[in-house]
């Protein structure tokens, strides 16, 4: 990947994402689980090698497609789809963290 100074809205982002698995539904989970794989696959790189997607923090996540999103440059047809999915998985993680923090800050 190439180096990038991160905005500070993608900044925000990752620090309000949960460190912790998010709650999908599972049509969600299945879809952002999807385009995450799609990354990997065309571009050989790994979120969490070994892990288990249930797993992986939402924080670990988010950041992980926004690193993509900003640093992987798609030269294949198949780069450049999963490339063009980066951004509604970020939106999707993100509405999901805001929501997380509103839920938190009701109780």
């Keep these: 990947m190439k ?12 620090r309000r994402a949960p460190a912790v698995p998010p709650r999908f539904s599972a049509e969600d989970s299945a879809y952002v ?4 794989r799609a990354t990997e696959k065309a571009f050989g790189v790994a979120i969490a ?7 992986l923090p939402a924080r670990l996540l988010i ?3 926004i690193d993509a999103w900003r640093g992987l440059a798609p030269q294949t047809p198949e780069q450049q789809e999963a490339h063009g999915k980066l951004p509604s998985t970020i939106r999707l993680l ?6 997380e ?7």
Excluded: N, Q, W
Excluded at 3 to 14: H, T
Excluded at 33 to 36: D, F, K, N, P, R
């Design 63 to 65: 950041k992980f497609c």
């Design 3 to 14: 180096d990038y100074i991160p905005e500070l809205s993608e900044i925000r982002m990752v």
């Design 94 to 99: 993100d509405t999901y963290s805001a929501l």
């Design 33 to 36: 689980e999807s385009c995450l």
């Design 101 to 107: 923090e509103e839920r938190g800050s009701r109780h």
């Design 49 to 55: 090698p070994g892990a288990a997607f249930s797993a």
